[in-house]
Nanobody
């Protein structure tokens, strides 16, 4: 069992940066692949980034590649999302998620494969 709690969301001007965090409980955090998704009202949850348990495999959505960086610190049971060059279209509730097993590129962005989810943190980038 893994419990996830996101933090660090807020309002940031376009072009600015923000780092959000996801703290996990449980002794087996290091065995889970982690991911960030985001969602806006009326839209489906959208994949943002994923990282394998060891950090050796990382995947990004095209819309954030080159601007966002996912990382993890297994000693702190925490995964991070560094967001740079933020745009108004990045406005969303950001959720972290965890899945056991390997992380494969072709399914890294499939929400249904992630067993555990946080409650979300709001990121707002005004026009």
């Amino acid at each position: 069992q893994v419990q996830l709690v996101e933090s660090g969301g807020g309002l940031v001007q376009a072009g600015g940066s923000l780092r959000i965090s996801c703290a996990a409980s449980g002794r087996t955090f290091s065995s889970y692949a982690m991911a960030w998704f985001r969602q806006t009202p009326g839209k489906e949850r959208e994949f943002v980034a994923a990282i394998s348990w060891s950090g050796d495999r990382i995947y990004y959505a095209d819309s954030v590649n080159g601007r966002f960086t996912i990382s993890r610190d297994n000693a702190k049971n925490t995964v991070y999302l560094q967001m740079n060059s933020l745009k108004p279209e990045d406005t969303a509730v950001y959720y972290c998620a965890a899945k056991g097993g390997t992380l494969r590129a072709e399914v890294a962005g499939t929400p249904g494969l992630y067993a555990y989810w946080g409650q979300g943190t709001q990121v707002t980038v005004p026009p």
